[in-house]
């Protein structure tokens, strides 16, 4: 039986290598697909689909899991809810079930037939890309909340650098009286 999980993974944490090794304890193989691939340089969305997969291939490679995750697929953002699932299936090798904690990815899969199962959460307040962010953005521990394979890369391409530049901005804010300076 393959499976396939669908996330972000900006960036890829312990709660993501946590839920597969749980995920292959149920089927044989499975398709790791990153979404929204064609973002980078955002807040929400930092890191390259390309730097990615490398956070994720060099985690499941020390974890011994590379075999039995074979295929890590960058899936493009179609902006059309209803053409989505088969979108994901014109990218992916065939796969019997979904793993995804989305509401929309499980309601558009469901909607196509496919067996969703929603993945237990590991400490869900740790263990988010969104925690991870706000971390590092704040100069914050971020190191412990993902496998050391992603401290590495994400230091080696300079990205608390990026996300802290991204969330800088030129504009300036003009005060309205009565409001209070910040
Ligand atoms: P963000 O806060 O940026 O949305 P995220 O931590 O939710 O990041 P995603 O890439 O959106 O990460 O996650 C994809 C999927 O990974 C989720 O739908 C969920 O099923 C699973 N997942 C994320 N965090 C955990 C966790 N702590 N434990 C188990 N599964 C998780
Ligand atoms: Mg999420």
């Not at 393959?2 to 972000?8: A, P, T, V």
């Not at 193989?29 to 689909?49: D, V």
Request: glycine fraction near 8%.
């Amino acid at each position: 039986m393959r499976g396939l999980l669908i996330g972000r993974y900006q960036p890829f944490h312990k709660g993501h290598l946590e839920v597969i090794k749980n995920i292959l304890r149920e089927v044989e193989e499975l398709i790791i697909g990153i979404g929204s691939a064609q973002i980078s340089h955002t807040l929400e969305n930092p890191f390259t689909a390309g730097e990615r997969m490398t956070m994720i291939s060099s985690v499941l490679k020390s974890n011994g899991l590379s075999e039995r995750c074979p295929y890590i697929i960058p899936i493009n953002d179609v902006w059309n809810n209803a053409l989505w699932v088969r979108h994901v299936r014109s990218l992916t090798p065939k796969f019997d079930v979904v793993y995804t904690g989305n509401p929309l990815a499980k309601r558009l899969f469901t909607e196509e037939g496919v067996d969703v199962r929603t993945p237990a959460m590991f400490d869900r307040f740790k263990y988010s890309g969104t925690e991870i962010r706000r971390r590092i953005l704040k100069g914050a521990d971020w190191e412990s909340l993902v496998p050391t394979e992603v401290v590495r890369i994400v230091k080696e391409i300079g990205g608390v650098e990026r996300i802290r530049d991204i969330s800088k901005s030129d504009k300036i804010t003009f005060l309205e009286p009565g409001d209070v300076s910040p």
